[in-house]
């Protein structure tokens, strides 16, 4: 009989880093409650005390909670629907060139193409964040109020997210949870919308069809075609999964638990077992210091025989090679096995969440001096070192530019909010050290993106038409950027026939924003 579905620690539920608990570390009880007079500089103070990490500034807090997100989400809603409400959207955004025709524009997907979830999940989180937490929002514009940025971001969540809701029949793809997850699940959690989470149900049911228990897995695609040196087609002879399907779980585990449908987490849980086997290398010959269990790279994509459920071949699509560690899919793994273990408890996924990001962290650590470069600090002083903990596209992969290597931002934005699952979930366990070990980690790797990374042609919010908020350039003479953040690598895979590298996107948007809200919902941020 399929075990039945676990909760996970969330924000309702945690009795660790959340809901004004305290935690012990180094002998030392620190209260983790924020109060609505918390400061930025107070929460920083609480961060280096608590974690024993000193590294955080006010400038951190200041560009991860700045005026200039909200604003960017809400001008390329508004830009690329208009303000009618009979406007709907039937493209979204993916890409942001950083050169050429079209820099700082994005460029757009159809409806049904699997990261569509991104952007609507942004106005969501964003409405969170003004709705739990508005202290975290500011703006410069003392004409306008939160409620009519609340309001706006209502409406434009709304008109972005009921265009994917027939995707939640669909049982030809298993990105169904990036589809879905990110704007539904807040529209069920924040909004009480019951036909979102009747949405997220059917979703999870439809993602389950392409469970295939000879193989122990979820069929990931049902053709490879977007490379030009091979082609794969024949579904009968042909089960392809990919180290990215693992985010895709966590809708499972939710609807279960919503539902009582035990086979869908049972599902999961399996599918993870069994990439953990397939997917993830054991790196025997490497070890970081202060973590004594195994370290694990990753593979990108496993072909699986129908008919016995063998491993008929190992390959990538997005990495360098099949035997490098592309990171982004190292970063996919982090957060998959991070998410799988807050719902299970189960040891093993444990075991692989942390060995992905120990090894992550070590690549990082021990990449090249000249994946470090000066930046200037805007502020007059000395420029700063910045970029170590900004991810290579592919960490195996030769640089053809050592003055400019070619990074992967969202790979490190996706590790970061994997990690930040993890030490919630070891600290709501009693394993404070360790949990202090990845929340450390995830602070530099974002810290260090947004020094590196973040765009700096800035936005603006103001009071619009009919006092509807708005957004306007923080300098009209500069070349609009879009997107919050810079430097992302959709694949620069030598056969890949989309290959596109250096530029904005959508989903390190997404995690960015997401690693915000959840550091607030860890009782630490702008708030």
């Known amino acids: 009989m399929p075990p039945a579905a676990i909760e996970p620690e969330s924000s309702e539920m945690s009795n660790g880093l959340l809901n004004g608990t305290s935690l012990k570390t180094n002998g030392d009880i620190h209260d983790t409650k924020w109060s609505e007079s918390s400061s930025q500089e107070a929460n920083s103070v609480s961060l280096k005390q608590s974690w024993g990490w000193g590294g955080l500034y006010a400038d951190f807090y200041r560009d991860l909670y700045a005026e200039n997100i909200t604003a960017k989400i809400m001008h390329v809603a508004q830009r690329y629907t208009g303000t009618n409400a009979s406007d709907i959207p039937t493209f979204y955004p993916e890409i942001v060139p950083q050169s050429g025709d079209n820099e700082g524009q994005y460029k757009h997907r159809p409806v049904d193409f699997w990261t569509s979830g991104f952007f609507p999940g942004s106005i969501y989180l964003l409405l969170e964040r003004s709705t739990r937490y508005p202290k975290s929002m500011g703006h410069q514009d003392t004409r306008l109020t939160l409620s009519q940025v609340r309001d706006e971001l209502e409406v434009l ?23 879905v997850m990110p704007h539904m699940r807040l529209r069920w959690e924040l909004c009480h919308e019951r036909d979102a989470l009747e949405n997220i149900k059917t979703a999870a049911v439809s993602l389950y069809s392409r469970f295939d228990a000879r193989v122990g897995a979820i069929r990931s695609w049902d053709a490879l075609l977007f490379l030009d040196n091979v082609q794969i087609r024949d579904k009968s002879s042909n089960f392809l999964v990919i180290i990215d399907s693992l985010c895709n779980l966590e809708m499972l585990y939710y609807a279960a638990a919503h539902t009582g449908y035990g086979y869908l987490a049972e599902a999961a849980t399996t599918h993870a077992k069994t990439l953990k086997r397939t997917h993830l290398r054991k790196e025997l010959s490497h070890k970081r210091p202060g973590y004594e269990g195994a370290l694990y790279s990753t593979c990108h994509v496993v072909n699986f025989s129908p008919a016995t459920g063998h491993i008929q071949e190992v390959r990538t699509a997005q990495g360098y090679s099949r035997d490098t560690t592309w990171s982004r899919g190292q970063g996919w793994a982090i957060l998959g096995y991070a998410q799988s273990f807050a719902w299970t408890g189960d040891e093993e996924l444990l075991d692989a969440a942390c060995g992905l990001a120990e090894y992550f962290l070590l690549r990082l650590e021990s990449a090249p001096a000249y994946v470090e470069i000066l930046q200037s600090t805007g502020d007059g002083s000395a420029p700063q070192k910045a970029g170590r903990y900004v991810p290579l596209w592919d960490f195996d992969a030769p640089v053809e530019d050592i003055q400019a290597p070619l990074r992967d931002v969202s790979a490190g934005v996706i590790a970061a909010n994997g990690m930040l699952v993890l030490a919630q979930a070891l600290t709501a366990r009693g394993q404070h050290e360790r949990a202090k070990r990845y929340l450390g980690s995830a602070l530099r790797i974002v810290d260090d993106t947004l020094k590196f990374s973040l765009s700096q042609q800035k936005m603006r919010l103001q009071t619009g038409a009919n006092g509807i908020a708005s957004a306007v350039p923080c300098n009209e003479d500069e070349v609009m950027f879009e997107s919050v953040l810079r430097n992302s690598t959709v694949s620069w ?34 708030i």
């Open 493 to 526: 895979h030598e056969h890949n026939l989309s290959a596109s590298g250096d530029h904005g996107l959508v989903y390190a948007d997404y995690y960015l924003i997401e690693f915000g809200n959840r550091l607030l919902q860890l009782g630490y941020g702008n």
């Open 157 to 179: 969540g709304k008109r972005w997210s009921d265009p994917l809701r027939r995707m939640a029949h669909r049982t030809d793809t298993h990105d169904l949870g990036f589809m």
